[in-house]
């Protein structure tokens, strides 16, 4: 029995129950260890919870400042008058021509630089002082285009067609806000162009916040992941606030039929000014067109709605009698 039963005070006796005990502690330090181990791999990646709410908190209040410091520069400028208006427009025009050509370069495009951002900031000029001239400085433009053409044997067909693309697509449709400021000097003519293009801009912010809030159904994932038709409706509402808003006020030639054309048509092209934005980043390769804007990136993703949005609001306007 002896043999078979060691008693409680023999050493065979005492090291079972230690050898359970190691066990169960064993698995319990690896896991602790690995847990660490795992946090500090997500800290150094900023993905633990904290880190993202933080950075979802910053990304916010810079986007939201920035966009700010944007929109009341504008206001006062387009307050001031069309003189200043149109030096607003001209910049406006010039950078986002200029990082127009850095994705077309990106592209392996060679465009004749100079004179497109020449072009860019003559509409804008050309429409303060008489908007028919707008028609010699695109004559001018592709004259110009093809006489590099013709002597310049590196440039393509495609680098032309960038050259005289870039300053119409720019330029010539940002310069319609100098078109609506010229209703007057006072302060109509402010409240027309600040009326369209705070439209847009509503437009922009609504479909924004709505998209994040309730979107889920995509509406081009391939040009534009993170558009969805939530996004598109509530955008379309804000828009629309802006137009009766310009109505309520008594705006001269403003009508419930022209504030429900214009909300349509301004909000319409302005979805399409942004998906072809994306689209040309899309082929470039790359997120933002440059990072003018914290928060935004470059100033051409800023205004990209905007360009397509202020002329056809232009162009209601023009065939309402109001312009």
């Avoid at 050509?101 to 020449?118: D, I, S, Y």
């Avoid at 600040?194 to 391939?222: E, Q």
């Amino acid at each position: 029995m002896a043999a078979t039963e060691p008693r409680l005070g023999e050493t065979r006796g005492r090291r079972a129950p230690r050898q359970v005990r190691d066990t169960r502690r064993g698995p319990h330090r690896e896991t602790l260890s690995d847990r660490r181990e795992q946090r500090e791999i997500k800290r150094a990646a900023g993905e633990l919870k904290g880190q993202k709410v933080r950075a979802s908190a910053e990304r916010t209040l810079t986007r939201t400042l920035s966009g700010a410091i944007y929109a009341i520069s504008i206001i006062v400028l387009v307050s001031v008058g069309p003189i200043t208006t149109t030096l607003l427009t001209g910049a406006i025009a010039w950078l986002c021509c200029s990082e127009l050509f850095r994705l077309t370069r990106l592209m392996g495009r060679a465009p004749f630089e100079f004179l497109g951002l020449a072009g860019a900031v003559a509409f804008p000029v050309a429409a303060l002082i008489d908007r028919s001239l707008i028609v010699w400085v695109l004559y001018v433009l592709l004259l110009v285009s093809g006489i590099w053409y013709i002597f310049t044997p590196r440039a393509s067909i495609s680098d032309v067609a960038i050259t005289v693309f870039a300053p119409l697509y720019t330029g010539f449709l940002i310069s319609s806000l100098v078109s609506i400021r010229l209703l007057d000097r006072g302060g109509t003519g402010a409240l027309m162009t600040l009326g369209v293009l705070g439209s847009i801009w509503a437009n922009d912010a609504a479909a924004y916040f709505c998209g994040r809030r309730f979107g889920k159904t995509k509406m081009s994932p391939k040009i534009s992941p993170n558009k969805t038709w939530e996004g598109f409706v509530g955008g379309y509402l804000g828009g629309l606030i802006l137009w009766i808003i310009m109505f309520a006020i008594g705006l001269p030639g403003i009508t419930i039929p022209i504030v429900i054309i214009g909300s349509i048509f301004t909000m319409l092209a302005g979805v399409a000014g942004d998906l072809v934005e994306s689209r040309i980043k899309r082929a470039a390769g790359v997120k933002d067109s440059g990072d003018f804007l914290p928060g935004h990136g470059g100033l051409l993703d800023r205004t990209d709605s905007q360009l397509f949005g202020c002329m056809t609001g232009y162009l209601i306007l023009h065939l309402g009698g109001i312009l």
